[in-house]
């Protein structure tokens, strides 16, 4: 599905430059659930990033289901990412002054699939209804708990039915109960058939990923 061949990435930030990411190979076949775990600065969210297309690397190649996505416009890029991810994030990225369901519509309104509005709106009632949030609907961010933004986010996420989901650090600022709970919706996601990759500062949680990376440094240590 993904293929990363010999990534690396380097910052240069005022003179200093930051090895990020070096020499990575990784497979993502599809049906994956891979969790990233390792030291802060090691480069796990660059990584994330680099696979969902929202950095590119300064060399190596990445395929999408066979096609070399480096010569690929910003146009195309931004069609690749619509299309094929979806993104979770530590601090959920919801908008706050849309209610549940406007932001979980939100990313149909970019999509090339042109639903109507109704139409639109029964996917995301469809999907808040499987997040556990169809009480919350009409709720804004402001009035939601800590999970259950992440839980809105997610479904955000997968409105656009993306075949990779991509999540850095999805429970960081949640306790471990809503942790818990927020894993157990993202293994049931998998289970349907959703391809998983999960950055986690958490080594119980990763360790109920099929796959777990650890990284050190920019590079892979660990693969089992
Ligand atoms: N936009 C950027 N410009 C310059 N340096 C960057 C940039 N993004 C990341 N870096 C550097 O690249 C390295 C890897 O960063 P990255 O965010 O991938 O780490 P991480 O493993 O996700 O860490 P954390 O667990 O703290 O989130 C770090 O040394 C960081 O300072
Ligand atoms: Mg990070």
């Given at each position: 599905?993904?293929?990363?061949?010999?990534?690396?990435?380097?910052?240069?930030?005022?003179?200093?430059?930051?090895?990020?990411?070096?020499?990575?190979?990784?497979?993502?076949?599809?049906?994956?659930?891979?969790?990233?775990?390792?030291?802060?600065?090691?480069?796990?969210?660059?990584?994330?990033?680099?696979?969902?297309h929202?950095?590119?690397?300064?060399?190596?190649?990445?395929?999408?289901?066979?096609?070399?996505?480096?010569?690929?416009?910003?146009?195309?890029l931004s069609r690749l990412r619509n299309e094929k991810f979806g993104f979770?994030?530590?601090?959920?990225?919801?908008?706050?002054?849309?209610?549940?369901?406007?932001?979980?519509?939100?990313p149909m309104l970019y999509s090339r699939e042109?639903?109507?509005?109704?139409?639109?709106?029964?996917?995301?009632?469809?999907?808040?209804?499987?997040?556990?949030?169809?009480?919350?609907?009409?709720?804004?961010?402001?009035?939601?708990?800590?999970?259950?933004?992440?839980?809105?986010?997610?479904?955000?996420?997968?409105?656009t039915?993306p075949?990779?989901?991509?999540?850095?650090?999805?429970?960081?600022?949640?306790?471990?109960?809503?942790?818990?709970?927020?894993?157990?919706?993202?293994?049931?996601?998998?289970?349907?058939?959703?391809?998983?990759?999960?950055?986690?500062?958490?080594?119980?949680?990763?360790?109920?990923?099929?796959?777990?990376?650890?990284?050190?440094?920019?590079?892979?240590?660990?693969?089992?």
């Amino acid at each position: 599905m993904i293929e990363l061949k010999d990534i690396s990435k380097v910052f240069m930030t005022d003179e200093i430059k930051t090895c990020a990411l070096t020499g990575i190979n990784l497979h993502v076949e599809k049906g994956d659930f891979i969790s990233i775990m390792g030291p802060s600065g090691c480069g796990k969210s660059t990584l994330l990033n680099i696979i969902g297309h929202l950095d590119t690397p300064t060399s190596g190649t990445i395929t999408v289901d066979g096609v070399d996505t480096g010569n690929m416009t910003d146009r195309e890029l931004s069609r690749l990412r619509n299309e094929k991810f979806g993104f979770i994030f530590q601090s959920f990225h919801l908008i706050q002054g849309l209610n549940v369901l406007q932001n979980v519509e939100l990313p149909m309104l970019y999509s090339r699939e042109k639903l109507s509005h109704k139409e639109i709106r029964e996917r995301a009632k469809m999907i808040l209804e499987k997040v556990g949030l169809s009480s919350r609907m009409k709720h804004y961010v402001s009035q939601l708990s800590g999970g259950q933004c992440q839980r809105a986010a997610i479904a955000r996420a997968m409105i656009t039915h993306p075949h990779i989901l991509l999540a850095d650090e999805p429970t960081g600022n949640l306790d471990s109960r809503m942790g818990k709970e927020i894993m157990d919706l993202l293994l049931g996601l998998n289970m349907d058939g959703t391809t998983v990759v999960m950055v986690t500062h958490d080594a119980r949680l990763a360790s109920e990923a099929k796959t777990c990376i650890t990284m050190n440094d920019g590079e892979i240590t660990d693969l089992s």
